[in-house]
């Protein structure tokens, strides 16, 4: 991976796993929005984003974060994360959210904004919201500390088939093992792990479909 700019809006470059394909994508991970920085300083900020959107067609990580560790910028959180959605709504673009004790702030949000292909990366939240979110036709991205987790497996347990995707989260996580949530899919919805990784690659690639 390689890192192309110094602002916390950043545009990466990543190849995907066995693929020829490099995918571009701009990040703002909601518990390092500069809160406290000054105005210079968030201008530059949001007008990066703004010179970079129509670069990419991956936008994450982006959200809201109320936990302890980024509540107290909890304001500016939602001015930078709506300031995200304005940028991408009526285009075709794929999303990439953090949700951490937010998530039904951000679904409001992506619903007041009208967008339409998102994923809830290691959803933490209520079933309640959850079931919501399945209804919107979201996606969810798990990975292999969900599923070493009893909250992670309740939560997989109630995801259909057809709106989960496979996520790494490294470096966050440790000896990230993809193959770990594979196996784990495999046992909870009775299908072989070739099956699982069809079902896995499907969903990716409708999710793709029409995006810019």
């Not at 970079?52 to 909890?74: H, N």
């Not at 930078?80 to 004790?101: A, G, M, P, Q, Y």
């Amino acid at each position: 991976m390689k890192q192309l700019s110094s602002t916390k809006v950043t545009v990466r470059l990543r190849k995907a796993e066995d693929c020829k394909e490099w995918y571009v994508y701009i990040e703002s991970y909601p518990v390092y929005v500069p809160g406290k920085q000054t105005p210079q300083r968030v201008r530059e900020y949001l007008n990066r984003c703004i010179t970079t959107i129509d670069r990419t067609s991956y936008i994450g990580e982006v959200g809201l974060d109320f936990s302890r560790e980024g509540y107290s910028t909890k304001e500016i959180q939602i001015k930078t994360f709506e300031f995200v959605l304005d940028c991408t709504k009526n285009k075709s673009k794929i999303i990439s959210l953090h949700s951490r004790r937010a998530e039904k702030d951000v679904l409001d949000m992506l619903i007041d904004k009208n967008i339409n292909k998102a994923i809830f990366h290691w959803y933490s939240g209520s079933l309640s919201t959850l079931h919501k979110i399945v209804d919107l036709g979201y996606y969810f991205s798990i990975n292999s500390a969900m599923v070493q987790s009893d909250n992670g497996k309740k939560i997989i347990a109630e995801i259909p088939k057809k709106q989960i995707l496979t996520e790494t989260d490294c470096p966050f996580i440790e000896n990230s093992d993809i193959t770990s949530v594979h196996k784990y899919l495999a046992q909870l919805w009775e299908e072989p792990i070739p099956k699982v990784e069809q079902i896995i690659d499907l969903n990716f690639k409708r999710i793709l479909q029409n995006i810019k």
